[in-house]
């Protein structure tokens, strides 16, 4: 079923590069199950991605479209795809983001609902300008609550990050924003690095 997709607490996405073909993610729920899929387009402008329920991509469940082109704080669309509607949004804090990732979550009128940021600023600089070896960790904030933590599994040959939504006990957090925040987080940071 559709929604059980998005009721778990504790996901992993996996991005497996495929260097000149763009990448692919995998979505897999606490017992190891791909939930979602998706393939990214390599040399796109603008970022257009879609979450499917499988590798077959025949069924789209939510897309996650940049506002603009080539924008360092570029707005992301989530959008669930069966109904059309709006889930929220996500913006990247452009020149913040440069030494410590951090994000804007938005509702669906793009009030500021909460916010994405990596944990460590001494490690995220370390990360940027010495080594990138160093893994990610993002703690994740709505209504000023801690609801999400975010932590990158490090390989040089697969990024992996744990989507972990146990402290979001009243769900405060949508899962499909917050799983597309993961693939954000994959997909946009992990071309800074390298």
């Keep these: 079923m559709t929604s059980d997709r998005f009721s778990h607490s504790i996901y992993q996405v996996r991005k497996r590069v495929l260097s000149l073909l763009g990448g692919k993610f995998e979505i897999f729920d606490p017992a190891g199950n791909v939930v979602l899929f998706s393939k990214q387009a390599a040399f796109k402008l603008k970022e257009d991605i879609r979450l499917f329920t499988d ?10 479209q940049a506002r603009s082109i080539l924008d360092f704080a570029a707005a992301y669309d989530v959008v669930d795809s069966a109904t059309g509607h709006k889930v929220g949004a996500l913006k990247r804090k452009g020149w913040k983001s440069m030494f410590r990732d951090q994000w804007i979550i938005m509702d669906v009128y793009d009030n500021e609902i909460g916010s994405i940021q990596e944990e460590n600023a001494f490690l995220a600089f370390l990360r940027r ?21 975010f932590k990158q599994n490090f390989n040089p040959f697969v990024t992996k990050l744990t989507l972990d939504f146990s402290h979001d006990t009243q769900h405060r957090f949508d899962r499909r924003l917050g799983i597309a925040a993961g693939v954000l987080l994959c997909a946009i940071e992990g071309k800074q690095e390298g």
Aim: glycine residues 6%; without cysteine.
């Design 55 to 64: 590798e077959s991509m025949s069924t789209e469940l939510v897309s996650i």
């Design 129 to 149: 300008f010495v080594t990138n070896l160093i893994p990610q960790a993002f703690n994740v904030e709505i209504g000023g609550s801690s609801v999400a933590e």
